[in-house]
T-cell receptor, first 111, second 114 residues
Framework: GQQVMQIPQYQHVQEGEDFTTYCNSSTTLSNIQWYKQRPGGHPVFLIQLVKSGEVKKQKRLTFQFGEAKKNSSLHITATQTTDVGTYFCAGLYNQGGKLIFGQGTELSVKP | DAGVIQSPRHEVTEMGQEVTLRCKPISGHNSLFWYRQTMMRGLELLIYFNNNVPIDDSGMPEDRFSAKMPNASFSTLKIQPSEPRDSAVYFC????????????FGDGTRLSIL
C-alpha cells in the first residue's frame, strides 16, 4: 500500500548544529507537504513541493523534492530552541487523493 | 480568522461509554478530515469528507467508530462503545480547494478511556 517512511524517529542536537529529516516513498508522489507540530500542539503546514528536483527555502529551513518524486528532505541550519517539535512529511499520491503522513521526526535542541 | 474549532479539548470517560467529538471547519473550506494520533501508530487518517460527503473511510478502525457531516460547518466523530485502546489525540482538519492545498488542523481532543 501507499506508505511514507520518515527517518530518523528522534534527533537530539546541540543548539547551533544542523538537522535533517528524510522521507521516502516506494511509489511516485504527486506532491509532498511538510508540517511542524510543537509539543502539545497541532500540525501546522510549512510548505509544499510539487516539481521534480524542487528546492525551497524558508529562512534556515531548506526543503528538497527528489528527482524521481519519491523522496524529500528537510534541513535546518544552525538549530535554535524554537525549532523544537516534530516534523512530518505528508505525501499525496495520484491514486486515492489522500495525504499519507510519515511517522515524524521529533527534534529536541539542547541550549 | 477563526481556525478549525474542536470540542471538547479533553475527555475522560469510562470504557463502554459513548464519546462524541465535534469539529467546526474553517468557513468556506470544502474538505474535512479526522485523524487519530498515538505514540505507537503516529498520525492516522480515519475518514475524510468532500462537500459534506464521506469520500474515504478506510481508516476507520471498526464499526464502533462513525462520523457524520450534516452540513458544511459541522462534523462529529462518535465512538460507541469506547475502549481503552481508543485513547489518543483526535484531530480534525479542513482544507479549501483541491488536493494541492494545505490542511489546517484544530487543537485536537485528548481522549482518555479508563
Amino acid at each position: 500500500g501507499q506508505q511514507v517512511m520518515q527517518i530518523p524517529q528522534y534527533q537530539h542536537v546541540q543548539e547551533g548544529e544542523d538537522f535533517t529529516t528524510y522521507c521516502n516513498s516506494s511509489t511516485t508522489l504527486s506532491n509532498i507537504q511538510w508540517y511542524k507540530q510543537r509539543p502539545g500542539g497541532h500540525p501546522v503546514f510549512l510548505i509544499q513541493l510539487v516539481k521534480s528536483g524542487e528546492v525551497k527555502k524558508q529562512k534556515r529551513l531548506t526543503f528538497q523534492f527528489g528527482e524521481a518524486k519519491k523522496n524529500s528532505s528537510l534541513h535546518i541550519t544552525a538549530t535554535q530552541t524554537t525549532d523544537v517539535g516534530t516534523y512530518f512529511c505528508a505525501g499525496l499520491y495520484n491514486q486515492g487523493g489522500k495525504l499519507i503522513f510519515g511517522q515524524g521526526t521529533e527534534l529536541s535542541v539542547k541550549p | 480568522d477563526a481556525g478549525v474549532i474542536q470540542s471538547p479539548r479533553h475527555e475522560v470517560t469510562e470504557m463502554g461509554q459513548e464519546v462524541t467529538l465535534r469539529c467546526k471547519p474553517i468557513s468556506g473550506h470544502n474538505s474535512l478530515f479526522w485523524y487519530r494520533q498515538t505514540m505507537m501508530r503516529g498520525l492516522e487518517l480515519l475518514i475524510y469528507f468532500n462537500n459534506n460527503v464521506p469520500i474515504d473511510d478506510s481508516g476507520m478502525p471498526e464499526d464502533r467508530f462513525s462520523a457524520k457531516m450534516p452540513n458544511a460547518s459541522f462534523s462529529t466523530l462518535k465512538i460507541q462503545p469506547s475502549e481503552p485502546r481508543d485513547s489518543a489525540v483526535y484531530f480534525c482538519a479542513s482544507r479549501l480547494g483541491d488536493l494541492n492545498q494545505p490542511q489546517h488542523f484544530g487543537d485536537g481532543t485528548r481522549l482518555s478511556i479508563l
